[in-house]
Structures are given as C-alpha cells and as structure tokens.
C-alpha cells in the first residue's frame, strides 16, 4: 500500500518553520524582560498562570502547558501595554469580568496563526486526483468545502486554487468556507494579501494565474485575484461552541494543525461536531501530526491516518487505498 507521509521537501520546511519559531520564542523571553525592567515589574504568580490556563482552555480548546508560561506572560503583558494597565491583577479583573473585546483580543494575541499555501501538499493532490472527480462522476453541479481554523486563509486559498482548476474543466460551481477564532487573521483573509515570503510554495502556474505581484518592488507583498476572493467566505468560528452555525453537507472539512492544540477529550469532543457537517461521504482531512480521536463517529481511514472518509463508500475507498502518492 502506498501512503501518506511528508516529503524531505515538506520536512525540511517543518524544520525551518520549528526553527523560526524558536526564535520567535527567544524574542519572547527577551521581550518579557525587556517589559518587566519597563513598564512594569508585575509577573504571573501560579495562581494567576492556572487561572488563565484554564480560561483559555474552557474558552478555545488550547491546552497551555507549564512550559508556555513566559508565552502568555509576554501576551498578557502585551495586552496591559496596549490597554496602559500596570498591575497584572487588574487586567484580570478586566478580562475575567467578561469584557468581550478585550477577550476576543487576548485570544487573537494568544493562538498560534502559523500556516503556509500549499502546506502538507499530498492533501491537495488527494483533493485534484480522488476527490474532486469521485464527485464530478456523481453528477452533482456544485461543491462545498469548510476549512476550519483556517488561520489567514492560506490554505483556503490553495482549496481555491485546485478547485477552480478542476471546475473550469468540469464545468462545476464550489464554495469555501474559512473559519477561525482569530478576528485578525481573518482580517487577513478578507483582504487576500500576504507576506511576498510566503508566495514560495505556490506552484508557478497556480502563480500566473491567481496571485498579483505589485509592479512597485517596495511593496513586498502579493495579493489573490478576485475571482477567487469572491469565492472564499471567511467567518470567526470557535470550535469550543456547542453548535456550529455552519451548513452540514460540507464535501470536505480541512481540519489541519489544530487538533494538536488540544487535550485528547477535547480532540473527541471536536471530531465528533466536525462530522455532523460531513455530506454521507464527505472527507474530513486532518494534520499529518494529528489523528482520530474517540470512536463511534462513522469515519473510514483511506490509506493514512490524515484522511477519512464518512459512511460507507467501497468503491472510492479502494480507489483510494490503492492510488495514494508516495511521499518517499
């Protein structure tokens, strides 16, 4: 059987993104001190550390370790700068007081928005060679696809890029839903401007044809076509919520590089609420660091355990079992 498992390309790129984010770490450090000879000398006490630990974790699922203490000391104390707050005590009084703003913020500053186009790229090839046609010979029209935690929408962008590819061809309509619970990225999203260091991975002919460069080489930054802006809905979604506001005949849900985040009871509760918006075989495609948690939830592993597949499909799932890239 041939199956998923990352290229040396796309592991050596991991190495660089862990590598920068050591440093981004350091900085972090740094920036702490720096805050604590400035502005202010107040430090988290344990009591404060387990408190808010915990208010994240009921609030967004993230499960803050001991050894993210300097990370949510550098936000917290990058939230009283903001809000020109000295004593720690008093800006938790404000965010645990339910001050809906400043929560949303504190969130914004505390999630991890790391994401790249093209980012795990067996997933879109799995999306181009499998997906999309098995759909295409059902004989519907249109597709829907929802791309949780989306972050800035980059990977809702490639989901953009492969789609109008396939659907020029076929003659079919898609949709993209892109969530998240940061409002800044989703911000980012909205405007479909990027970084010109993130345009990399983006393959030169999906370059030429959906991505904008500046003629002004100062402006180092790079934009996505219209055509596909108008095609991707971004909306602030917290998957810690009950109930998804969301359809539920979702083609496929993108659920990549988030689940890492949570405790494995958390992880269960997600999946489970991810699959009621799966169509009877839809694909729910996860991170290549993550897998399926808990059972009972109706969802068949085609080939590796980055890609499932709801209910009963035999014919699509031994296309699939016996036709997935190898990534050696």
Same mark, same amino acid.
């Given at each position: 059987?041939?199956?998923?498992?990352?290229?040396?390309?796309?592991?050596?790129?991991?190495?660089?993104?862990?590598?920068?984010?050591?440093?981004?770490?350091?900085?972090?450090?740094?920036?702490?001190?720096?805050?604590?000879?400035?502005?202010?000398?107040?430090?988290l006490s344990d009591a404060v550390?387990?408190?808010?630990?915990?208010?994240?974790?009921?609030?967004?699922?993230?499960?803050?370790?001991?050894?993210?203490?300097?990370?949510?000391?550098?936000?917290?104390?990058?939230?009283?700068?903001?809000?020109?707050?000295?004593?720690?005590?008093?800006?938790?009084?404000?965010?645990?007081?339910?001050?809906?703003?400043?929560?949303?913020?504190?969130?914004?500053?505390?999630?991890?928005?790391?994401?790249?186009?093209?980012?795990?790229?067996?997933?879109?090839?799995?999306?181009?060679? #499998?997906? %999309?046609?098995?759909?295409? /010979?059902?004989? @519907?029209?249109?597709?829907?696809?929802?791309?949780?935690? +989306?972050? !800035?929408?980059?990977?809702?962008?490639?989901?953009?890029?492969?789609?109008?590819?396939?659907?020029?061809?076929?003659?079919?309509?898609?949709?993209?839903?892109?969530?998240?619970?940061?409002?800044?990225?989703?911000?980012?999203?909205?405007?479909?401007?990027?970084?010109?260091?993130?345009?990399?991975?983006?393959?030169?002919?999906?370059?030429?044809?959906?991505?904008?460069?500046?003629?002004?080489?100062?402006?180092?930054?790079?934009?996505?076509?219209?055509?596909?802006?108008?095609?991707?809905?971004?909306?602030?979604?917290?998957?810690?919520?009950?109930?998804?506001?969301v359809a539920t005949d979702f083609?496929?849900?993108?659920?990549?590089?988030?689940?890492?985040?949570?405790?494995?009871?958390?992880?269960? #509760?997600? %999946?489970?609420?991810?699959? /009621?918006?799966? @169509?009877?075989?839809?694909?729910?495609?996860?991170?290549? +660091?993550? !897998?399926?948690?808990?059972?009972?939830?109706?969802?068949?592993?085609?080939?590796?355990?980055?890609?499932?597949?709801?209910?009963?499909?035999?014919?699509?799932?031994?296309?699939?079992?016996?036709?997935?890239?190898?990534?050696?």
């Open positions: 059987m041939r199956v998923f498992a990352p290229n040396r390309r796309e592991q050596a790129r991991n190495v660089m993104k862990w590598s920068r984010f050591a440093v981004e770490v350091r900085n972090e450090e740094q920036q702490a001190g720096h805050m604590h000879a400035g502005l202010t000398q107040d430090i550390f387990q408190r808010l630990a915990a208010f994240i974790h009921a609030y967004c699922g993230i499960h803050i370790t001991p050894q993210k203490r300097v990370m949510v000391e550098t936000r917290v104390h990058r939230r009283m700068v903001a809000l020109g707050i000295s004593r720690i005590d008093d800006y938790c009084a404000l965010l645990f007081g339910g001050d809906g703003e400043e929560v949303v913020a504190f969130i914004n500053d505390i999630t991890t928005n790391k994401t790249d186009f093209f980012r795990e790229p067996a997933h879109f090839d799995f999306l181009a060679e #499998h997906i %999309l046609p098995s759909i295409a /010979r059902s004989g @519907r029209h249109a597709i829907k696809i929802w791309s949780a935690a +989306s972050s !800035t929408g980059a990977g809702a962008y490639t989901c953009a890029m492969v789609l109008e590819d396939f659907c020029r061809r076929c003659r079919m309509d898609y949709s993209i839903l892109a969530t998240d619970i940061c409002t800044d990225v989703l911000q980012t999203g909205l405007s479909g401007r990027y970084p010109l260091s993130m345009i990399g991975p983006i393959p030169e002919r999906q370059r030429k044809r959906y991505v904008m460069v500046p003629r002004d080489p100062q402006r180092k930054e790079f934009r996505i076509v219209p055509e596909l802006r108008q095609k991707v809905m971004f909306r602030r979604l917290n998957l810690m919520d009950e109930d998804y506001p083609d496929v849900i993108f659920c990549r590089n988030i689940l890492i985040y949570f405790d494995h009871a958390t992880q269960a #509760h997600v %999946l489970a609420k991810l699959c /009621r918006h799966l @169509r009877e075989g839809g694909y729910l495609i996860l991170g290549h +660091s993550e !897998t399926r948690r808990g059972s009972g939830l109706g969802l068949r592993s085609l080939g590796h355990d980055t890609i499932y597949q709801r209910g009963e499909q035999p014919a699509a799932c031994e296309m699939a079992h016996t036709s997935l890239p190898s990534r050696d």
